[in-house]
Protein backbone atom coordinates (compact mmCIF):
# COMPACT_ATOMS: atom_id res chain seq x y z
CA UNK A 1 0.00 0.00 0.00
CA UNK A 2 1.29 3.66 -0.87
CA UNK A 3 1.75 5.97 1.98
CA UNK A 4 -0.63 8.73 2.18
CA UNK A 5 0.43 11.62 1.86
CA UNK A 6 -1.54 14.86 2.79
CA UNK A 7 -0.89 18.48 1.96
CA UNK A 8 0.94 20.49 4.47
CA UNK A 9 -2.21 22.85 6.45
CA UNK A 10 -2.25 26.22 5.29
CA UNK A 11 -2.94 28.26 8.46
CA UNK A 12 0.36 29.35 8.88
CA UNK A 13 1.16 30.89 5.29
CA UNK A 14 -0.09 34.06 7.14
CA UNK A 15 2.00 34.64 9.68
CA UNK A 16 5.00 33.21 7.18
CA UNK A 17 4.73 35.94 4.72
CA UNK A 18 4.20 38.16 7.82
CA UNK A 19 7.82 37.05 9.67
CA UNK A 20 9.11 36.67 6.05
CA UNK A 21 8.19 40.51 4.43
CA UNK A 22 9.43 42.16 8.38
CA UNK A 23 12.40 41.04 7.22
CA UNK A 24 15.30 44.17 7.04
CA UNK A 25 15.08 44.16 3.15
CA UNK A 26 12.41 45.37 0.39
CA UNK A 27 9.33 43.34 -0.43
CA UNK A 28 10.39 40.31 -2.17
CA UNK A 29 13.82 41.39 -2.68
CA UNK A 30 15.21 37.32 -1.60
CA UNK A 31 13.10 36.47 -4.36
CA UNK A 32 12.69 32.48 -4.65
CA UNK A 33 14.64 32.06 -1.57
CA UNK A 34 11.29 33.94 0.24
CA UNK A 35 8.94 30.90 -1.26
CA UNK A 36 11.37 28.50 -0.33
CA UNK A 37 11.04 29.78 3.26
CA UNK A 38 7.59 29.68 2.96
CA UNK A 39 7.51 26.26 1.92
CA UNK A 40 9.85 24.91 4.30
CA UNK A 41 7.74 26.50 6.98
CA UNK A 42 4.80 24.67 5.87
CA UNK A 43 6.18 21.66 5.30
CA UNK A 44 7.28 21.72 9.04
CA UNK A 45 4.34 23.89 10.14
CA UNK A 46 6.36 26.09 12.22
CA UNK A 47 7.95 29.75 11.81
CA UNK A 48 11.04 28.35 13.01
CA UNK A 49 11.87 25.33 10.91
CA UNK A 50 15.69 23.26 11.39
CA UNK A 51 17.09 21.01 8.54
CA UNK A 52 18.04 17.75 10.42
CA UNK A 53 21.00 15.54 8.94
CA UNK A 54 20.14 16.12 5.50
CA UNK A 55 20.92 13.38 3.07
CA UNK A 56 21.18 12.35 -0.53
CA UNK A 57 19.96 8.80 -1.55
CA UNK A 58 21.52 7.89 -4.98
CA UNK A 59 19.96 4.65 -6.29
CA UNK A 60 21.51 2.35 -8.70
CA UNK A 61 19.55 0.03 -11.27
CA UNK A 62 20.14 -1.55 -15.00
CA UNK A 63 17.98 -1.67 -17.87
CA UNK A 64 17.19 -4.37 -20.16
CA UNK A 65 16.42 -2.01 -23.54
CA UNK A 66 20.51 -0.88 -22.13
CA UNK A 67 21.76 -3.50 -24.95
CA UNK A 68 19.73 -2.36 -27.63
CA UNK A 69 21.47 0.72 -28.21
CA UNK A 70 19.51 3.49 -26.30
CA UNK A 71 22.76 4.88 -24.60
CA UNK A 72 26.01 6.02 -25.73
CA UNK A 73 27.37 3.40 -23.14
CA UNK A 74 28.04 -0.30 -22.26
CA UNK A 75 26.09 -1.37 -19.65
CA UNK A 76 28.57 -2.46 -17.36
CA UNK A 77 29.43 1.54 -16.45
CA UNK A 78 25.99 0.95 -14.26
CA UNK A 79 28.23 -1.22 -11.35
CA UNK A 80 31.19 0.20 -12.18
CA UNK A 81 29.88 3.51 -11.59
CA UNK A 82 28.11 2.21 -8.30
CA UNK A 83 32.41 1.04 -7.09
CA UNK A 84 33.28 4.63 -7.67
CA UNK A 85 30.87 6.20 -5.59
CA UNK A 86 31.37 3.44 -3.14
CA UNK A 87 35.31 4.57 -3.22
CA UNK A 88 34.34 8.48 -2.60
CA UNK A 89 35.65 9.21 -6.62
CA UNK A 90 32.58 10.48 -8.26
CA UNK A 91 30.82 14.08 -8.13
CA UNK A 92 28.30 13.70 -6.17
CA UNK A 93 30.59 12.03 -3.67
CA UNK A 94 32.73 15.25 -3.87
CA UNK A 95 29.39 17.82 -4.00
CA UNK A 96 27.87 15.85 -0.88
CA UNK A 97 31.18 16.17 1.19
CA UNK A 98 31.90 19.71 0.17
CA UNK A 99 28.39 20.74 1.49
CA UNK A 100 27.46 18.41 4.78
CA UNK A 101 25.52 16.07 3.17
CA UNK A 102 25.48 12.56 4.20
CA UNK A 103 25.37 9.86 1.11
CA UNK A 104 23.97 6.83 0.74
CA UNK A 105 24.13 4.27 -2.32
CA UNK A 106 21.20 2.03 -3.08
CA UNK A 107 21.80 -1.10 -4.94
CA UNK A 108 18.19 -1.19 -6.33
CA UNK A 109 18.43 -3.90 -9.63
CA UNK A 110 21.87 -3.52 -11.04
CA UNK A 111 23.08 -6.69 -13.00
CA UNK A 112 26.02 -6.91 -10.85
CA UNK A 113 27.25 -9.06 -7.26
CA UNK A 114 28.76 -5.77 -4.91
CA UNK A 115 29.46 -8.99 -2.46
CA UNK A 116 28.81 -8.72 1.03
CA UNK A 117 29.25 -5.57 3.62
CA UNK A 118 30.09 -2.57 1.46
CA UNK A 119 30.58 1.15 2.25
CA UNK A 120 32.78 3.48 3.82
CA UNK A 121 34.30 6.31 2.82
CA UNK A 122 31.77 8.58 4.12
CA UNK A 123 29.15 6.78 1.84
CA UNK A 124 26.89 3.92 2.96
CA UNK A 125 25.36 1.23 0.79
CA UNK A 126 22.33 -0.49 1.18
CA UNK A 127 21.80 -3.98 -0.96
CA UNK A 128 17.65 -3.55 -2.09
CA UNK A 129 18.01 -5.09 -5.44
CA UNK A 130 14.69 -6.50 -7.56
CA UNK A 131 16.58 -8.46 -9.58
CA UNK A 132 19.63 -7.84 -11.81
CA UNK A 133 17.99 -5.17 -13.99
CA UNK A 134 14.80 -4.73 -15.83
CA UNK A 135 13.24 -6.75 -18.64
CA UNK A 136 13.53 -5.07 -22.22
CA UNK A 137 10.58 -2.81 -22.41
CA UNK A 138 11.20 -3.39 -26.57
CA UNK A 139 9.73 -6.54 -25.85
CA UNK A 140 7.34 -6.77 -23.00
CA UNK A 141 6.70 -4.71 -19.86
CA UNK A 142 10.15 -3.81 -17.60
CA UNK A 143 9.00 -5.11 -14.42
CA UNK A 144 5.61 -7.29 -13.36
CA UNK A 145 3.62 -5.62 -10.85
CA UNK A 146 5.05 -7.70 -7.92
CA UNK A 147 8.65 -6.45 -8.70
CA UNK A 148 6.96 -2.56 -9.30
CA UNK A 149 5.26 -2.92 -5.67
CA UNK A 150 8.28 -4.09 -3.70
CA UNK A 151 10.56 -1.47 -5.08
CA UNK A 152 7.83 0.91 -4.01
CA UNK A 153 8.12 -0.62 -0.35
CA UNK A 154 12.02 -1.12 -0.73
CA UNK A 155 12.21 2.98 -1.56
CA UNK A 156 9.79 3.85 1.50
CA UNK A 157 11.56 1.57 3.67
CA UNK A 158 14.67 3.76 3.17
CA UNK A 159 13.44 6.18 4.15
CA UNK A 160 11.82 5.20 7.55
CA UNK A 161 15.11 4.57 8.22
CA UNK A 162 16.80 7.90 7.42
CA UNK A 163 14.06 9.51 9.37
CA UNK A 164 14.64 7.50 12.12
CA UNK A 165 18.12 8.70 12.31
CA UNK A 166 16.86 12.57 12.64
CA UNK A 167 16.92 12.73 8.75
CA UNK A 168 13.90 15.59 7.57
CA UNK A 169 15.59 16.27 4.13
CA UNK A 170 16.47 13.80 1.74
CA UNK A 171 17.85 14.31 -2.03
CA UNK A 172 16.87 11.94 -4.53
CA UNK A 173 20.37 10.91 -7.50
CA UNK A 174 20.04 7.97 -9.95
CA UNK A 175 22.89 5.91 -11.90
CA UNK A 176 21.66 3.79 -14.45
CA UNK A 177 22.90 3.34 -18.16
CA UNK A 178 19.58 3.78 -20.18
CA UNK A 179 17.34 5.53 -17.99
CA UNK A 180 17.35 8.45 -19.89
CA UNK A 181 15.20 6.95 -22.16
CA UNK A 182 13.16 5.27 -19.56
CA UNK A 183 11.98 9.04 -17.77
CA UNK A 184 11.60 10.14 -21.50
CA UNK A 185 9.01 7.39 -21.38
CA UNK A 186 7.50 8.29 -18.17
CA UNK A 187 7.54 11.72 -18.98
CA UNK A 188 5.80 11.53 -22.06
CA UNK A 189 2.90 9.06 -20.92
CA UNK A 190 2.41 11.40 -18.15
CA UNK A 191 2.86 15.14 -19.30
CA UNK A 192 1.29 14.56 -22.89
CA UNK A 193 3.93 15.76 -24.26
CA UNK A 194 5.54 14.38 -27.71
CA UNK A 195 7.28 12.05 -27.33
CA UNK A 196 10.51 13.36 -29.71
CA UNK A 197 10.44 16.37 -27.19
CA UNK A 198 11.32 13.94 -23.97
CA UNK A 199 14.18 12.66 -25.53
CA UNK A 200 17.36 13.76 -25.44
CA UNK A 201 21.44 12.91 -25.91
CA UNK A 202 21.46 11.33 -22.30
CA UNK A 203 25.30 10.37 -21.85
CA UNK A 204 26.24 12.08 -25.09
CA UNK A 205 24.85 10.57 -28.25
CA UNK A 206 25.74 11.87 -31.41
CA UNK A 207 22.86 12.76 -33.88
CA UNK A 208 22.63 8.88 -35.30
CA UNK A 209 22.58 7.82 -32.39
CA UNK A 210 19.51 10.06 -31.01
CA UNK A 211 17.74 9.17 -34.56
CA UNK A 212 18.03 5.37 -33.12
CA UNK A 213 17.05 6.05 -29.38
CA UNK A 214 14.17 8.14 -30.73
CA UNK A 215 13.63 5.26 -33.10
CA UNK A 216 13.57 2.39 -30.58
CA UNK A 217 11.18 4.68 -27.94
CA UNK A 218 8.50 4.66 -30.46
CA UNK A 219 8.85 1.45 -31.08
CA UNK A 220 8.19 0.56 -27.56
CA UNK A 221 5.55 3.35 -27.02
CA UNK A 222 3.95 1.61 -29.92
CA UNK A 223 3.83 -2.02 -28.35
CA UNK A 224 2.81 -0.47 -25.20
CA UNK A 225 -0.20 1.33 -26.57
CA UNK A 226 -1.09 -2.10 -28.79
CA UNK A 227 -0.91 -3.82 -25.29
CA UNK A 228 -3.33 -1.35 -24.28
CA UNK A 229 -1.26 0.35 -21.95
CA UNK A 230 -2.78 3.65 -21.00
CA UNK A 231 -1.92 6.66 -18.73
CA UNK A 232 -2.19 5.51 -15.23
CA UNK A 233 0.95 6.19 -13.44
CA UNK A 234 1.27 2.67 -12.02
CA UNK A 235 1.09 0.91 -14.79
CA UNK A 236 3.66 3.74 -16.17
CA UNK A 237 6.11 2.36 -13.88
CA UNK A 238 6.11 -0.91 -14.81
CA UNK A 239 5.82 -0.69 -18.42
CA UNK A 240 8.82 1.62 -18.76
CA UNK A 241 10.45 2.18 -15.42
CA UNK A 242 13.71 0.90 -14.09
CA UNK A 243 13.92 -0.45 -10.41
CA UNK A 244 15.77 2.69 -9.29
CA UNK A 245 13.46 4.99 -10.94
CA UNK A 246 10.59 3.17 -9.14
CA UNK A 247 12.35 2.88 -5.53
CA UNK A 248 12.79 6.65 -5.81
CA UNK A 249 8.89 7.28 -6.28
CA UNK A 250 8.15 5.39 -2.83
CA UNK A 251 10.67 7.35 -0.95
CA UNK A 252 9.55 10.40 -2.03
CA UNK A 253 5.82 9.23 -1.01
CA UNK A 254 7.27 8.09 2.52
CA UNK A 255 9.26 11.17 2.45
CA UNK A 256 6.36 13.36 2.52
CA UNK A 257 4.24 11.25 4.52
CA UNK A 258 6.79 11.72 7.03
CA UNK A 259 6.65 15.73 6.34
CA UNK A 260 10.58 15.37 5.21
CA UNK A 261 11.93 18.30 2.41
CA UNK A 262 11.94 16.44 -0.97
CA UNK A 263 14.96 17.57 -3.14
CA UNK A 264 14.50 16.45 -6.89
CA UNK A 265 17.60 16.11 -8.81
CA UNK A 266 17.04 16.54 -12.55
CA UNK A 267 15.29 14.47 -15.89
CA UNK A 268 15.21 11.19 -14.50
CA UNK A 269 14.94 11.97 -10.63
CA UNK A 270 12.09 13.71 -12.12
CA UNK A 271 10.40 11.37 -14.05
CA UNK A 272 10.62 9.54 -10.45
CA UNK A 273 8.87 12.78 -9.02
CA UNK A 274 6.12 12.84 -11.46
CA UNK A 275 4.62 9.61 -11.21
CA UNK A 276 4.92 9.75 -7.77
CA UNK A 277 3.05 12.77 -7.24
CA UNK A 278 0.10 11.82 -9.86
CA UNK A 279 -0.03 8.98 -7.58
CA UNK A 280 -0.45 11.66 -4.29
CA UNK A 281 -0.41 14.72 -6.06
CA UNK A 282 -0.16 16.28 -2.27
CA UNK A 283 3.30 15.55 -2.69
CA UNK A 284 4.17 18.08 -4.90
CA UNK A 285 4.50 20.97 -1.69
CA UNK A 286 7.15 18.81 -0.32
CA UNK A 287 9.55 19.07 -3.39
CA UNK A 288 11.90 21.55 -3.71
CA UNK A 289 13.18 21.16 -7.69
CA UNK A 290 16.52 21.61 -7.84
CA UNK A 291 18.02 22.62 -11.10
CA UNK A 292 16.85 22.72 -14.46
CA UNK A 293 18.73 19.73 -16.64
CA UNK A 294 20.00 19.98 -20.19
CA UNK A 295 17.92 17.23 -20.98
CA UNK A 296 14.90 18.38 -23.16
CA UNK A 297 12.10 16.41 -21.43
CA UNK A 298 12.97 18.10 -18.27
CA UNK A 299 11.17 21.23 -19.60
CA UNK A 300 7.95 18.87 -20.07
CA UNK A 301 8.32 17.63 -16.24
CA UNK A 302 8.72 21.57 -15.14
CA UNK A 303 6.15 23.05 -17.17
CA UNK A 304 3.53 19.65 -16.22
CA UNK A 305 4.70 20.25 -12.19
CA UNK A 306 4.28 24.36 -12.72
CA UNK A 307 7.59 23.87 -10.95
CA UNK A 308 10.93 26.76 -11.20
CA UNK A 309 14.40 25.16 -10.19
CA UNK A 310 16.43 26.86 -8.04
CA UNK A 311 19.21 26.96 -10.25
CA UNK A 312 20.79 26.74 -14.27
CA UNK A 313 24.18 25.43 -14.66
CA UNK A 314 23.30 23.36 -17.57
CA UNK A 315 24.30 19.79 -15.65
CA UNK A 316 22.46 16.90 -17.03
CA UNK A 317 25.31 14.04 -14.96
CA UNK A 318 22.47 13.07 -12.61
CA UNK A 319 23.82 11.31 -9.41
CA UNK A 320 21.97 13.84 -7.33
CA UNK A 321 24.54 16.02 -8.14
CA UNK A 322 21.72 19.19 -8.54
CA UNK A 323 21.03 18.75 -5.45
CA UNK A 324 23.63 18.39 -3.94
CA UNK A 325 24.57 22.20 -5.77
CA UNK A 326 21.11 23.43 -4.57
CA UNK A 327 21.20 22.37 -1.00
CA UNK A 328 23.02 25.60 0.51
CA UNK A 329 20.58 27.71 -0.79
CA UNK A 330 17.85 25.67 1.00
CA UNK A 331 19.97 26.05 4.09
CA UNK A 332 20.18 29.65 3.51
CA UNK A 333 16.47 29.94 3.12
CA UNK A 334 15.76 28.39 6.41
CA UNK A 335 18.84 30.50 8.11
CA UNK A 336 17.28 34.02 6.48
CA UNK A 337 14.00 33.05 8.05
CA UNK A 338 15.11 32.48 11.43
CA UNK A 339 18.15 34.69 12.00
CA UNK A 340 17.65 37.97 9.87
CA UNK A 341 16.66 40.99 12.11
CA UNK A 342 13.24 42.16 11.15
CA UNK A 343 13.21 46.24 11.05
CA UNK A 344 11.36 46.31 14.56
CA UNK A 345 14.40 44.12 15.89
CA UNK A 346 17.00 46.14 14.63
CA UNK A 347 15.49 49.50 14.78
CA UNK A 348 15.26 49.71 11.14
CA UNK A 349 13.24 52.46 9.85
CA UNK A 350 10.39 50.71 7.30
CA UNK A 351 9.45 52.31 3.98
CA UNK A 352 9.38 55.44 4.13
CA UNK A 353 12.74 55.63 6.18
CA UNK A 354 14.38 52.89 4.03
CA UNK A 355 14.86 53.20 -0.41
CA UNK A 356 12.07 50.31 -2.07
CA UNK A 357 15.24 49.09 -4.18
CA UNK A 358 17.95 47.15 -3.49
CA UNK A 359 19.62 48.19 -0.25
CA UNK A 360 23.46 47.09 -1.17
Not at 27 to 50: H, M, N, R, V, Y
Not at 136 to 152: H, V
Not at 213 to 224: D, F, I, P, V
Request: charged fraction near 15%.
Amino acid sequence: MLPTVHAPDRILVPALRAKIDRKTKPLGALGQLEELALQIGLIQQTLTPSLGAPHVAVFAGDHGAAKAGVSAYPQDVTWQMVENFLAGGAAINVFAKANGLGLTVVDAGVAHDFGGERGGNGVAFVSAKIAPGTANYLEGPAMTPAQRDEALGAGAALVADLAAKGCNVVGFGEMGIGNTASASLITHCLTGAPLADCVGRGTGLDDAGLARKQALLATALERYRQSGGGDDPLDVLAAFGGFEVVQMAGAMLAAAAKRMVVLVDGFIVGSAALAAIRLQPALRDYCVFCHCSAEPGHAAQLAALNARPLIDLGLRLGEGTGAALAWPMVRAAVAFLNDMASFESAGVSDKDGAPDGDTE
